[in-house]
């Protein structure tokens, strides 16, 4: 079984990736062209963390040869800096900042990868494939003068297709392939501000006459280059805002628009007709041209930043909303990356719904994760001290939360990373991070500024029972009431790992490094000690639905005690020892008869009391580790989040049947 990605005979119902790496300053490739087999559904690929996203934007058309709409490759090793699907749409061509190029089956299960080959020195910054789908270039950076910045290979085998001039400073970061015969590549420089022509195979430099191919239409460094998709056209943007359209055989500069944003312009794209070409700016908008047998008209504005902001802007666009990518999907709709991470879906002129969508979630590792089922809703936070509202019942972003002050659009609550969030016993949610401060929304979702706590020390764990909360610090317990501390911290000889709250708030239990579990009552006052249940610190704790039962796991074991019987061992330890690093979430079913956990070993196990000897073991469910876990309360679905910032949802109910009776 491979580990590229959630393997496909596992019963995941949905599945929410992360959202694209973005640096400031700098485009972000994202594509929309999905290839022949996909036809016109609306797929798009793009580089996050260390994976790579292929998703249609609408989840009833699914990938090739898969019943999921959404793809998680995780091949690569590094952080992933573009992503490319093959012209056939069978294949994918994916970099990382490493400079590791890897070329991957799209329409196969288990994702076997073709070619991987070290092919620069340091980071692939764009790709591009032929119309036949047997050549790739690419172009990033090289960290000597002896090494490459640009390169042509044959797909398969990585041979050499030519030799390709490099740029200024050994930095290119687009690169365009005419899609048909004669072919020509393209290519971008960042600081030389020229693009450098080729024809081929094997590829090599078109000299210069009379000004054609023309070099040096920009008078600054090239953010990306694209020919239209019947190879007539290639344009080209650059950070003097400006944007070339070319002829695609002869390169001859047949339109030059100037001015075209008032910030630097990092992306263009065309559609599938080749009628319009869509970019993105640091200004904040992106915009919409009509191309024609006369030239290049501007044809729409979308002022993306302001749809964010929710207000006009006056000045310079925020940071968060300068707009780094954009791309045509197979079926028409336009879509741009904020440098802030979020997608934005842009109506087309004319269209009956005119509002830009804003498709939201994380980019960053997800760090704490807590579950409202009495209002279908949760929320997680991340190591960027973001945090993220979400329906449960169709496991969709609804938004991210506001700080108080959000000018920048950067959506940065905590100034640390969060590490634990917790569903109040008012509906209202609690996170906590290692800036040592608690932060409550009001139900309706918006930070409440007037409920920030100061926790006095780095917290590590935080849970809510009744209206009592406890949080777990290096120094000790925090004990509140109503989201309010009632007491300085509880002092403890042990470093809280793990805590949970019974649901009348009378009890809280505690993990700790020194492998043991306390109980104290809602003062803080010390009431039973379990000491010899395990040999590793308890790093998890979950309480069964009716109370009765306490369920502890540590780096191996999951132990379940029974809370009326003194906290004698139902399940002790070396029974249920299968994880291989510590165990960070359980979840109890609904009618618990199951309980599921969730570790940094990548997997999530499902237990039966019942059929101690049995297990469910889901491998390779969320690279890093699995943050939360929890069952929805109707069945048995099962609703996880990582460090990879994806949420999945499963549907264990068939699994559980055929291994548990």
């Known amino acids: 079984m491979s580990n590229s990605c959630i393997p496909s005979k596992y019963p995941v119902t949905a599945q929410v990736p992360p959202l694209p790496n973005t640096t400031r300053g700098e485009p972000c490739p994202l594509d929309g062209n999905a290839g022949r087999i996909n036809g016109e559904k609306p797929i798009l690929s793009y580089a996050s963390g260390k994976l790579v996203v292929v998703q249609s934007m609408d989840s009833e058309q699914k990938l090739p040869n898969s019943e999921a709409s959404v793809l998680v490759y995780r091949g690569h090793q590094h952080a992933t800096s573009c992503a490319k699907v093959s012209t056939s749409g069978t294949y994918v061509a994916s970099g990382d900042t490493r400079g590791k190029f890897r070329v991957w089956a799209l329409d196969h299960e288990e994702h076997l990868c073709k070619l991987e080959t070290q092919a620069l020195s340091a980071s692939v910054r764009d790709i591009a494939w032929d119309g036949e789908s047997k050549r790739i270039v690419f172009g990033g950076e090289r960290l000597d003068n002896q090494s490459e910045c640009a390169k042509a290979i044959q797909w398969d085998t990585g041979v050499t297709q030519g030799t390709l001039i490099q740029h200024l400073k050994g930095t290119c970061c687009a690169v365009a392939f005419k899609p048909n015969r004669p072919f020509r590549i393209v290519t971008g420089g960042k600081e030389d501000g020229k693009c450098h022509f080729y024809k081929g195979p094997p590829f090599a430099k078109m000299p210069v006459e009379n000004n054609v191919p023309n070099e040096s239409a920009h008078g600054k460094g090239i953010n990306c280059v694209r020919y239209s998709s019947n190879g007539d056209l290639v344009a080209s943007v650059s950070a003097d805002k400006s944007l070339c359209v070319y002829d695609g055989k002869t390169l001859e500069l047949k339109q030059k628009k100037e001015n075209i944003h008032t910030g630097n312009v990092y992306a263009c794209a065309w559609n599938k007709t080749n009628d319009k070409i869509v970019t ?283 809370v009326s019987d003194a906290y004698k061992p139902l399940v002790g330890k070396s029974k249920w020892c299968f994880h291989l690093q510590k165990i960070t979430s359980l979840s109890w079913s609904p009618d618990d008869k199951y309980l599921a956990s969730g570790g940094h070993d990548d997997s999530i196990f499902l237990w039966c009391l019942e059929k101690k000897m049995k297990r469910v073991h889901y491998q390779y469910a969320h690279r890093g580790g699995v943050v939360g876990l929890s069952f929805k309360k109707d069945g048995l679905k099962l609703v996880s989040a990582g460090m990879d910032s994806c949420v999945v949802e499963y549907d264990v109910s068939k699994d559980v049947a055929a291994k548990f009776g």
């Open 280 to 562: 993105a700016s640091a200004d904040g908008t992106c915009k919409l041209f009509k191309a024609s047998a006369s030239g290049i008209e501007e044809e729409h504005t979308w002022k993306v930043a302001e749809a964010q902001l929710g207000k006009p802007i006056d000045g310079k666009a925020p940071k968060g909303g300068l707009q780094l990518g954009c791309a045509f999907l197979g079926d028409g709709t336009a879509v741009s990356v904020s440098n802030n991470n979020q997608l934005t879906i842009l109506p087309m002129p004319g269209s009956s719904d005119g509002e830009i969508k804003i498709v939201t979630g994380h980019n960053a590792a997800i760090g704490g994760i807590a579950f409202d089922h009495k209002n279908d809703v949760f929320y997680t936070g991340d190591s960027d001290g973001i945090l993220c509202k979400w329906n449960l019942k169709d496991l969709k972003a609804l938004k991210r939360i506001s700080p108080t002050t959000n000018d920048d659009l950067d959506y940065v609550v905590h100034k640390g990373a969060i590490n634990g969030l917790t569903i109040l016993g008012d509906g209202s949610m609690m996170s906590v991070g290692w800036d040592d401060t608690a932060y409550c929304t009001s139900k309706s979702g918006s930070l409440d500024e007037a409920k920030k706590v100061d926790i006095t020390a780095q917290p590590t764990c935080v849970a809510t029972g009744g209206d009592v909360t406890a949080i777990g610090t290096v120094k000790g317990l925090m004990i509140m009431k109503g989201g309010k501390p009632i007491g300085d911290l509880v002092s403890t000889s042990y470093t809280s790992q793990a805590v949970c709250v019974s649901s009348d708030g009378k009890t809280i239990y505690v993990g700790g490094d020194d492998n043991k579990i306390y109980a104290y009552d809602a003062s803080g006052k010390e009431q039973h000690v379990i000491a010899d249940g395990h040999l590793k610190p308890v790093h998890s704790l979950a309480l069964s639905n009716n109370g009765k039962m306490l369920a502890a796991g540590d780096t191996r074991d999951v132990c379940v005690y029974d």
